[in-house]
């Protein structure tokens, strides 16, 4: 048996306000009124395609990582590198060592469900276990309709033989080139076609064809489709085309636009992670991606769906979330205006990539020492124990900190260093373990912070450099909700 052996998902804590977008631009455009209620998830400054890969990862591995884990895909459509192995950044974050294959998928709003039948595909062959992730961070002009309709998100998946909690049933792809928007080489915003076409031309025409095909090669009745996840912005599409082929009313689900909008090429996985969650063993669970044809997937859950630990999922970021009703604060953070940030903005933040790759695991993985002898541990690993005791040279061995729970021991809100959120806030971090240093703070408000509050590590970006189109990662502290 092969399929999904566990899930995880991310949604950024903060979610904008239609109303605050439609306040700031009916004047201009007054047709974004019909999409005014709700909220779309929107990254803090410091969150990208890659960064939100990491959490929904760590959410779907919180309770074990295969060890036959083999192969890591990354699929998105606003990678941070054009050319740098994103999924290869993802794996040094996560600790999961080099002896992987890694790869981007990309392209296509199609690519999350298009890398996830290869994948299974390639696991068909080879055996082990692969994790896959699907993230997109969009940016649209301000103004328009997908501005609105857009969100971020991300979602994870580990595949493979061992407890699979929803058995791949088949598969079925239509490559058809029908563009509904695009956007090309060196472009920053999609370029969308009119909507009544799309609807009639494609989805009306594409999707139902594709489903034809699965229906016939998975030996499976519409009507026994328990859960239909289908991604669309189109108002009804989803139910008009189940009806169209006969899957049940009752079985389509909510593409969850007025809680987060849709989340690009992650949209099909973040809405089979929310089916998962509440899924119960021997449904059939039906998956479309669509984007320059059309990708159609059926898995069935099994009883060990049940035995699943808990986990975040898409629900549980939902329900952590907070209302942002700054629209000014959204396009800074997207760079969607141009802003005075100030002389203190205006400093070389060139990488020396010779000191990233020696201090990769440290940078990018959160990785200190142990003392082998004594058992202290400290961040950074150094070549002596800091333990005035013990003292010992060479005996540090490599000790994740990314996973440990810390709390606040001392903080500081910072008014004078520049942040593109100010004031900037940081300080001492003190891990459950033992071990402590000076961090960087992450989404918190003004006078939410205090000496003891508990505390997660998150990766982050650390700095732009936009002169020489690089981003620097690294681990900041955030409050955790799960001990609050």
Same mark, same amino acid.
């Given at each position: 048996?092969?399929?999904?052996?566990?899930?995880?998902?991310?949604?950024?804590?903060?979610?904008?306000?239609?109303?605050?977008?439609?306040?700031?631009?009916?004047?201009?455009?007054?047709?974004?009124?019909?999409?005014?209620?709700?909220?779309?998830?929107?990254?803090?400054?410091?969150?990208? %395609?890659?960064?939100?890969?990491?959490?929904?990862?760590?959410?779907?591995?919180?309770?074990?990582?295969?060890?036959?884990?083999?192969?890591?895909? +990354?699929?998105?459509? &606003?990678?941070?590198? %054009?050319?740098?192995?994103?999924?290869?950044?993802?794996?040094?974050? =996560?600790?999961?060592?080099?002896?992987?294959?890694?790869?981007?998928?990309?392209?296509?709003?199609?690519?999350?469900?298009?890398?996830?039948?290869?994948?299974?595909? %390639?696991?068909?062959?080879?055996?082990?276990?692969?994790?896959?992730?699907?993230?997109?961070?969009?940016?649209?002009?301000?103004?328009?309709?997908?501005? =609105?309709?857009?969100?971020?998100?991300?979602?994870? +998946?580990?595949?493979?033989?061992? #407890? /699979?909690?929803?058995?791949?049933?088949?598969?079925?792809?239509?490559?058809?080139?029908?563009?509904?928007?695009?956007?090309?080489?060196?472009?920053?915003?999609?370029?969308?076609?009119?909507?009544?076409?799309?609807?009639?031309?494609?989805?009306?025409?594409?999707?139902?064809?594709?489903?034809?095909? =699965?229906?016939?090669?998975?030996?499976?009745?519409?009507?026994?489709?328990?859960?239909?996840?289908?991604?669309?912005?189109?108002?009804?599409?989803?139910?008009?085309?189940?009806?169209? @082929?006969?899957?049940?009313?009752?079985?389509?689900?909510?593409?969850?636009? %007025? @809680?987060?909008?849709?989340?690009?090429?992650?949209?099909?996985?973040?809405?089979?992670? *929310?089916?998962?969650?509440?899924?119960?063993?021997?449904?059939?669970?039906?998956?479309? #991606?669509?984007?320059? #044809?059309?990708?159609?997937?059926?898995?069935?859950?099994?009883?060990?769906?049940?035995?699943?630990?808990?986990?975040?999922?898409?629900?549980?970021? =939902?329900?952590?979330?907070?209302?942002?009703?700054?629209?000014?604060?959204?396009?800074?953070?997207?760079?969607?205006?141009?802003?005075?940030?100030?002389?203190?903005?205006?400093?070389?933040?060139?990488?020396?990539?010779?000191?990233?790759?020696?201090?990769? *695991?440290?940078?990018?993985?959160?990785?200190?020492?142990?003392?082998? /002898?004594?058992?202290?541990?400290?961040?950074?690993?150094?070549?002596?124990?800091?333990?005035?005791?013990?003292?010992?040279?060479?005996?540090?061995?490599?000790?994740?900190?990314?996973?440990?729970?810390?709390?606040?021991?001392?903080?500081?809100?910072?008014?004078?260093?520049?942040?593109?959120?100010?004031?900037?806030?940081?300080?001492?971090?003190?891990?459950?373990?033992?071990?402590?240093?000076?961090?960087?703070? &992450?989404?918190?408000?003004?006078?939410?912070?205090?000496?003891?509050?508990?505390?997660?590590?998150?990766?982050?970006?650390?700095?732009?450099?936009?002169?020489? #189109?690089?981003?620097?990662?690294?681990?900041?502290?955030?409050?955790?909700?799960?001990?609050?």
């Amino acid at each position: 048996m092969l399929g999904i052996t566990a899930y995880g998902g991310y949604v950024p804590r903060l979610r904008l306000s239609r109303q605050a977008m439609l306040e700031a631009n009916a004047w201009l455009n007054p047709a974004i009124k019909r999409y005014a209620k709700g909220h779309r998830s929107m990254c803090n400054w410091d969150e990208d %395609a890659l960064t939100m890969a990491v959490e929904a990862a760590r959410d779907c591995l919180a309770d074990a990582r295969p060890a036959d884990l083999a192969s890591i895909y +990354l699929a998105s459509t &606003t990678l941070p590198f %054009a050319d740098r192995n994103n999924a290869g950044v993802l794996t040094t974050a =996560l600790g999961l060592g080099t002896a992987l294959s890694t790869l981007d998928i990309t392209s296509s709003q199609r690519a999350g469900t298009s890398g996830l039948v290869a994948a299974l595909r %390639a696991l068909k062959g080879a055996g082990g276990s692969a994790l896959y992730v699907a993230s997109d961070k969009r940016r649209t002009k301000s103004a328009g309709t997908h501005e =609105l309709l857009y969100g971020d998100g991300a979602a994870a +998946l580990t595949l493979g033989s061992n #407890g /699979v909690i929803a058995e791949w049933i088949g598969a079925h792809q239509l490559a058809v080139d029908f563009v509904d928007h695009y956007r090309g080489q060196n472009e920053a915003f999609d370029y969308n076609w009119e909507e009544r076409w799309i609807r009639d031309e494609g989805y009306a025409k594409i999707v139902p064809q594709a489903l034809e095909g =699965l229906f016939a090669a998975a030996d499976v009745e519409p009507a026994e489709v328990d859960c239909f996840v289908m991604p669309c912005v189109l108002g009804q599409i989803p139910r008009q085309i189940a009806k169209r @082929v006969g899957i049940r009313e009752e079985a389509v689900r909510d593409t969850m636009h %007025a @809680v987060m909008g849709e989340s690009g090429t992650a949209h099909s996985l973040v809405m089979l992670v *929310d089916a998962l969650a509440e899924a119960i063993p021997g449904q059939i669970i039906l998956v479309i #991606g669509w984007g320059q #044809g059309c990708d159609a997937l059926l898995f069935r859950t099994t009883d060990a769906l049940a035995a699943l630990p808990p986990r975040a999922g898409i629900k549980g970021h =939902l329900t952590r979330g907070r209302e942002e009703t700054n629209y000014i604060k959204y396009l800074t953070f997207n760079n969607l205006v141009t802003q005075d940030l100030g002389f203190r903005s205006e400093v070389d933040k060139q990488t020396a990539l010779t000191t990233l790759w020696r201090k990769k *695991d440290m940078l990018l993985g959160l990785v200190g020492g142990k003392c082998r /002898v004594c058992g202290t541990v400290q961040f950074p690993k150094t070549n002596v124990c800091v333990n005035p005791n013990c003292g010992d040279f060479h005996t540090q061995e490599d000790y994740g900190f990314a996973d440990i729970p810390a709390k606040v021991l001392t903080w500081t809100a910072d008014g004078l260093t520049f942040s593109f959120d100010p004031p900037a806030h940081y300080g001492m971090v003190q891990f459950e373990e033992g071990g402590q240093f000076v961090a960087d703070f &992450t989404d918190v408000d003004v006078g939410s912070v205090d000496v003891g509050m508990p505390m997660r590590m998150v990766f982050r970006v650390r700095d732009y450099d936009d002169q020489r #189109g690089f981003r620097k990662y690294f681990w900041k502290a955030a409050p955790d909700p799960a001990r609050s």
